[in-house]
């Protein structure tokens, strides 16, 4: 297989003035893409915002002889969305390439959990996809060739202690990606969906600690360029990226449906508690796209 080349190709990476977008900046930018580095340069929670992240970035790419521009803008409201892809647009001449990254926490227990925190969450991670991903694949469309990621998160697809704001976002972002995998397919658009697990700013406090050395960001990286290039022709798919003592792991991870249990007629919830354990079962399960006709009628 030919090596992974990014020359003439653009990418946008949201959030990438620090953690793993920086990585996935830096890589795309070493290996020949002109990225644009979004980054609003606020603090954990959504506050504040500032230049500094995303120009260090960008001026880290260009030291090393790669080209790059620097973006503020949030990528929570449409105008924000439609300048960061503007500013590929007016320095580069297009968009190959959309990295969703640029994420925010407000962890409260669920009782706690109110309206702000809540609205703040979902803005950034879940609308913030669809701000910056549309005017994208808007362009993406027209010529025939795209690569987007969405970033989930363990917290949507296994649940985690006080993250229902972000749980909730984290898994409308596999949902979008479900959605968007069929909208783009005629186009040559992929949309995957990477799952990190990275000491950051973001996780520093969440991720047992001592762990620094197995979920080291550079565990994530390759998944994620991976996931950017030409070679890639996989859409629809979720990995979760990791490591251990010795070194990156990857799991590939999907919603299974089992084969199903048929009943004469409609049943009666007693009939349901009678066969609970079969409907249950999911020793035949199989990727929910696969067993869809099942349910579906297909
Ligand atoms: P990070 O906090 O180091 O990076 C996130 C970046 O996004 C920051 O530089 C921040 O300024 C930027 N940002 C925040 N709001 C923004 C906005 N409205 N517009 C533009 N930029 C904005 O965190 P990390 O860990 O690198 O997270 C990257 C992504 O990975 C996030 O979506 C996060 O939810 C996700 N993730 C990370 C995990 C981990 O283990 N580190 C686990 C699961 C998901």
């Not at 994208?136 to 949507?156: L, N």
């Not at 609970?276 to 079962?281: A, K, R, T, V």
Request: charged residues 20%.
């Amino acid at each position: 297989m030919s090596k992974i080349d990014f020359t003439g190709r653009v990418a946008i990476v949201t959030g990438a003035g620090a953690g793993l977008g920086k990585t996935y900046a830096l890589a795309l930018a070493e290996r020949g893409a002109k990225v644009v580095v979004n980054d609003l340069g606020g603090a954990r929670d959504g506050t504040g915002s500032g230049d500094a992240a995303a120009n260090l970035v960008a001026e880290e790419i260009k030291a090393a002889g790669g080209e790059a521009v620097p973006n503020f803008d949030t990528v929570a409201t449409v105008e924000g969305g439609e300048n960061i892809v503007k500013t590929a647009v007016d320095s580069f001449g297009k968009v190959d390439i959309v990295i969703n990254n640029a994420g925010i926490l407000r962890d409260k227990s669920f009782l706690k959990m109110d309206e702000a925190a809540w609205d703040a969450v979902i803005a950034v991670h879940l609308k913030g996809a669809y701000c910056v991903t549309r005017p994208a694949m808007k362009i993406m469309r027209e010529q025939g060739y795209g690569r987007i990621v969405m970033t989930s998160s363990t917290s949507g697809i296994i649940g985690n202690f006080g993250q229902s704001n972000y749980g909730a976002a984290k898994m409308g972002l596999a949902g979008l990606a479900n959605v968007l995998k069929k909208e783009g397919a005629k186009y040559n658009i992929k949309v995957n969906v990477i799952v990190p697990n990275a000491m950051t700013r973001m996780t520093e406090d969440i991720l047992p600690a001592g762990m620094a050395d197995a979920f080291k960001v550079e565990n994530v990286t390759p998944v994620v360029v991976y996931m950017c290039s030409e070679q890639c022709e996989d859409t629809g798919v979720y990995i979760v990226a990791s490591g251990t003592a010795d070194g990156a792991m990857y799991c590939r991870s999907q919603i299974m449906t089992n084969m199903g249990q048929k009943f004469e007629g409609v049943p009666t919830p007693d009939d349901i508690a009678g066969r609970w354990g079969d409907i249950m079962n999911l020793d035949d399960a199989r990727f929910a796209e696969e067993a869809a006709q099942l349910f579906m009628g297909q």
